[in-house]
Protein backbone atom coordinates (compact mmCIF):
# COMPACT_ATOMS: atom_id res chain seq x y z
CA UNK A 1 0.00 0.00 0.00
CA UNK A 2 1.07 3.49 -0.01
CA UNK A 3 3.49 5.06 2.40
CA UNK A 4 5.23 8.13 3.28
CA UNK A 5 8.25 8.37 5.61
CA UNK A 6 9.39 11.14 7.53
CA UNK A 7 12.04 11.18 10.45
CA UNK A 8 10.72 11.95 13.45
CA UNK A 9 12.70 15.02 14.73
CA UNK A 10 14.93 17.87 13.11
CA UNK A 11 17.06 19.63 15.73
CA UNK A 12 18.28 22.74 14.05
CA UNK A 13 20.12 26.33 15.29
CA UNK A 14 18.66 30.23 14.52
CA UNK A 15 19.75 31.36 11.08
CA UNK A 16 21.10 27.50 9.79
CA UNK A 17 19.40 26.12 6.49
CA UNK A 18 16.74 23.28 8.05
CA UNK A 19 16.06 20.35 5.34
CA UNK A 20 13.82 18.13 6.17
CA UNK A 21 12.90 14.53 4.10
CA UNK A 22 10.74 12.35 3.19
CA UNK A 23 10.46 9.00 1.34
CA UNK A 24 6.99 7.77 -0.60
CA UNK A 25 6.64 4.67 -2.05
CA UNK A 26 3.30 5.55 -4.45
CA UNK A 27 4.93 5.80 -8.04
CA UNK A 28 1.19 6.66 -9.19
CA UNK A 29 1.66 10.22 -6.90
CA UNK A 30 1.31 13.32 -9.14
CA UNK A 31 1.12 15.89 -6.63
CA UNK A 32 3.40 15.78 -3.26
CA UNK A 33 2.25 18.37 -0.27
CA UNK A 34 4.34 19.83 2.69
CA UNK A 35 2.33 21.13 5.57
CA UNK A 36 3.31 22.60 8.51
CA UNK A 37 1.42 22.35 11.95
CA UNK A 38 1.86 24.53 14.52
CA UNK A 39 0.87 23.63 18.55
CA UNK A 40 -2.97 23.41 19.21
CA UNK A 41 -3.65 24.37 15.33
CA UNK A 42 -4.68 22.91 12.04
CA UNK A 43 -2.33 22.22 8.87
CA UNK A 44 -0.97 24.79 6.76
CA UNK A 45 -0.40 24.22 2.94
CA UNK A 46 3.34 25.28 2.41
CA UNK A 47 3.91 24.63 -1.09
CA UNK A 48 3.73 21.19 -3.81
CA UNK A 49 5.17 20.06 -5.77
CA UNK A 50 4.00 18.19 -9.55
CA UNK A 51 5.98 14.87 -10.13
CA UNK A 52 7.13 15.78 -13.47
CA UNK A 53 9.45 18.74 -11.71
CA UNK A 54 12.72 18.32 -9.96
CA UNK A 55 12.48 21.64 -7.79
CA UNK A 56 10.22 24.53 -6.65
CA UNK A 57 11.74 27.29 -4.74
CA UNK A 58 9.09 29.91 -2.83
CA UNK A 59 10.91 32.70 -1.06
CA UNK A 60 12.66 30.98 1.96
CA UNK A 61 11.40 27.76 1.09
CA UNK A 62 12.92 25.14 -1.36
CA UNK A 63 11.05 21.68 -2.30
CA UNK A 64 13.59 19.36 -3.87
CA UNK A 65 12.46 15.95 -6.00
CA UNK A 66 13.83 13.00 -7.14
CA UNK A 67 11.01 10.65 -8.64
CA UNK A 68 13.77 8.08 -9.43
CA UNK A 69 14.38 7.37 -5.99
CA UNK A 70 11.00 9.09 -4.67
CA UNK A 71 12.65 11.30 -2.17
CA UNK A 72 11.20 14.78 -1.48
CA UNK A 73 13.20 17.18 0.58
CA UNK A 74 12.27 20.38 2.03
CA UNK A 75 14.50 23.37 2.79
CA UNK A 76 13.89 26.36 4.84
CA UNK A 77 16.64 28.70 4.61
CA UNK A 78 17.64 31.26 7.63
CA UNK A 79 15.59 29.31 10.16
CA UNK A 80 13.81 31.51 12.67
CA UNK A 81 12.03 30.21 16.13
CA UNK A 82 8.73 30.72 14.45
CA UNK A 83 9.69 27.56 12.11
CA UNK A 84 9.42 25.61 15.21
CA UNK A 85 6.50 23.53 14.48
CA UNK A 86 5.58 19.66 12.55
CA UNK A 87 6.20 19.66 9.07
CA UNK A 88 4.33 16.81 7.26
CA UNK A 89 5.00 15.54 3.91
CA UNK A 90 1.74 13.90 2.06
CA UNK A 91 1.10 12.82 -1.62
CA UNK A 92 -1.94 12.69 -4.13
CA UNK A 93 -2.23 10.86 -6.96
CA UNK A 94 -4.02 13.93 -8.69
CA UNK A 95 -7.32 13.73 -10.97
CA UNK A 96 -9.33 12.91 -8.21
CA UNK A 97 -8.68 10.25 -5.35
CA UNK A 98 -8.66 12.86 -3.18
CA UNK A 99 -7.58 11.99 0.14
CA UNK A 100 -3.99 12.28 0.88
CA UNK A 101 -1.80 10.40 2.57
CA UNK A 102 0.78 11.73 4.89
CA UNK A 103 3.93 11.40 6.93
CA UNK A 104 3.60 10.91 10.60
CA UNK A 105 5.53 14.62 10.51
CA UNK A 106 9.10 15.64 11.41
CA UNK A 107 9.08 17.94 14.39
CA UNK A 108 11.28 20.87 13.75
CA UNK A 109 13.12 21.85 16.73
CA UNK A 110 15.16 25.74 16.58
CA UNK A 111 18.49 25.92 18.64
CA UNK A 112 18.87 29.55 19.94
CA UNK B 1 -7.25 31.38 9.15
CA UNK B 2 -7.78 29.05 6.57
CA UNK B 3 -11.34 29.91 6.30
CA UNK B 4 -12.71 26.00 7.71
CA UNK B 5 -14.55 26.19 10.64
CA UNK B 6 -14.95 22.93 12.90
CA UNK B 7 -17.07 23.07 16.05
CA UNK B 8 -17.06 21.70 18.71
CA UNK B 9 -13.12 22.40 19.47
CA UNK B 10 -13.02 20.39 22.66
CA UNK B 11 -15.47 16.91 22.82
CA UNK B 12 -15.04 14.97 25.75
CA UNK B 13 -17.34 11.82 25.94
CA UNK B 14 -17.83 7.87 27.50
CA UNK B 15 -17.07 4.71 26.04
CA UNK B 16 -20.06 3.67 23.99
CA UNK B 17 -21.24 7.08 23.13
CA UNK B 18 -22.04 8.97 20.23
CA UNK B 19 -21.02 12.30 19.14
CA UNK B 20 -21.64 14.52 16.52
CA UNK B 21 -18.85 17.02 14.51
CA UNK B 22 -19.11 19.68 12.18
CA UNK B 23 -17.18 21.18 9.74
CA UNK B 24 -18.26 24.42 7.61
CA UNK B 25 -15.93 24.81 4.02
CA UNK B 26 -14.34 27.54 2.71
CA UNK B 27 -16.72 29.34 0.99
CA UNK B 28 -17.05 28.43 -2.63
CA UNK B 29 -15.54 25.01 -1.60
CA UNK B 30 -17.56 21.68 -2.56
CA UNK B 31 -15.47 19.32 -1.63
CA UNK B 32 -15.04 18.23 2.24
CA UNK B 33 -12.33 15.71 3.54
CA UNK B 34 -12.40 14.46 7.52
CA UNK B 35 -8.88 13.26 8.62
CA UNK B 36 -8.36 11.16 11.83
CA UNK B 37 -4.80 12.56 13.47
CA UNK B 38 -3.68 9.92 16.75
CA UNK B 39 -0.46 9.36 17.88
CA UNK B 40 0.02 5.76 16.78
CA UNK B 41 -1.81 6.10 13.64
CA UNK B 42 -0.47 9.68 12.01
CA UNK B 43 -2.87 11.21 10.23
CA UNK B 44 -5.13 9.20 8.16
CA UNK B 45 -8.02 9.83 5.22
CA UNK B 46 -11.57 8.88 6.39
CA UNK B 47 -14.07 10.36 3.68
CA UNK B 48 -14.76 12.87 1.20
CA UNK B 49 -17.46 13.98 -0.09
CA UNK B 50 -18.11 16.57 -3.45
CA UNK B 51 -21.03 18.55 -3.67
CA UNK B 52 -23.27 16.37 -0.95
CA UNK B 53 -22.32 12.95 -2.70
CA UNK B 54 -19.70 10.42 -1.25
CA UNK B 55 -16.77 10.83 -3.38
CA UNK B 56 -13.72 8.78 -1.94
CA UNK B 57 -13.53 6.60 1.43
CA UNK B 58 -10.44 5.85 2.99
CA UNK B 59 -9.79 4.14 6.47
CA UNK B 60 -13.26 4.84 7.96
CA UNK B 61 -14.86 2.99 10.15
CA UNK B 62 -18.25 1.22 10.12
CA UNK B 63 -19.09 2.91 13.25
CA UNK B 64 -18.62 6.29 11.62
CA UNK B 65 -20.14 7.96 9.11
CA UNK B 66 -20.30 11.27 7.46
CA UNK B 67 -22.77 13.05 5.48
CA UNK B 68 -22.66 16.49 3.59
CA UNK B 69 -26.08 19.00 3.65
CA UNK B 70 -27.26 21.39 0.79
CA UNK B 71 -25.37 24.10 2.20
CA UNK B 72 -22.17 21.91 1.78
CA UNK B 73 -21.16 21.97 5.46
CA UNK B 74 -20.58 18.03 6.50
CA UNK B 75 -20.93 16.53 9.94
CA UNK B 76 -19.06 12.94 10.80
CA UNK B 77 -20.93 10.99 13.24
CA UNK B 78 -19.32 8.60 15.37
CA UNK B 79 -21.20 5.95 17.07
CA UNK B 80 -20.41 3.27 19.84
CA UNK B 81 -16.86 5.09 20.92
CA UNK B 82 -14.18 3.20 22.22
CA UNK B 83 -10.93 4.75 23.89
CA UNK B 84 -8.99 4.54 20.77
CA UNK B 85 -10.82 6.89 19.00
CA UNK B 86 -9.56 9.63 20.64
CA UNK B 87 -8.08 11.71 18.37
CA UNK B 88 -8.07 15.29 16.75
CA UNK B 89 -10.15 15.18 13.71
CA UNK B 90 -9.44 17.71 10.99
CA UNK B 91 -12.08 18.37 8.35
CA UNK B 92 -10.60 19.97 5.28
CA UNK B 93 -12.00 21.70 1.79
CA UNK B 94 -11.20 22.37 -1.53
CA UNK B 95 -12.80 23.89 -4.42
CA UNK B 96 -13.13 20.88 -6.63
CA UNK B 97 -12.96 17.34 -6.72
CA UNK B 98 -9.49 17.44 -5.00
CA UNK B 99 -6.38 16.65 -6.41
CA UNK B 100 -3.14 17.98 -7.62
CA UNK B 101 -3.73 22.35 -7.73
CA UNK B 102 -6.76 22.16 -5.94
CA UNK B 103 -5.49 22.17 -2.62
CA UNK B 104 -6.83 20.90 0.47
CA UNK B 105 -7.36 23.78 3.35
CA UNK B 106 -7.54 22.64 7.05
CA UNK B 107 -9.71 23.47 9.90
CA UNK B 108 -8.24 23.99 13.52
CA UNK B 109 -9.63 20.46 14.26
CA UNK B 110 -11.80 18.87 16.96
CA UNK B 111 -10.15 17.20 19.77
CA UNK B 112 -11.61 14.21 20.61
CA UNK B 113 -11.32 12.96 24.22
CA UNK B 114 -13.08 9.07 25.06
CA UNK B 115 -13.01 8.01 28.79
Known amino acids: GEDVEQSLFLSVREGDSSVINCTYT??????LYWYKQEPGAGLQLLTY?????DMKQDQRLTVLLNKKDKHLSLRIADTQTGDSAIYFCAEGSGGGADGLTFGKGTHLIIQP | DSGVTQTPKHLITATGQRVTLRCSPRSGDLSVYWYQQSLDQGLQFLIQYYNGEERAKGNILERFSAQQFPDLHSELNLSSLELGDSALYFC??????????????FGPGTRLTVL
Open chain 1, 49 to 53: IFSNM
Open chain 1, 26 to 31: DSSSTY
Open chain 2, 92 to 105: ASSVRTGGGTDTQY
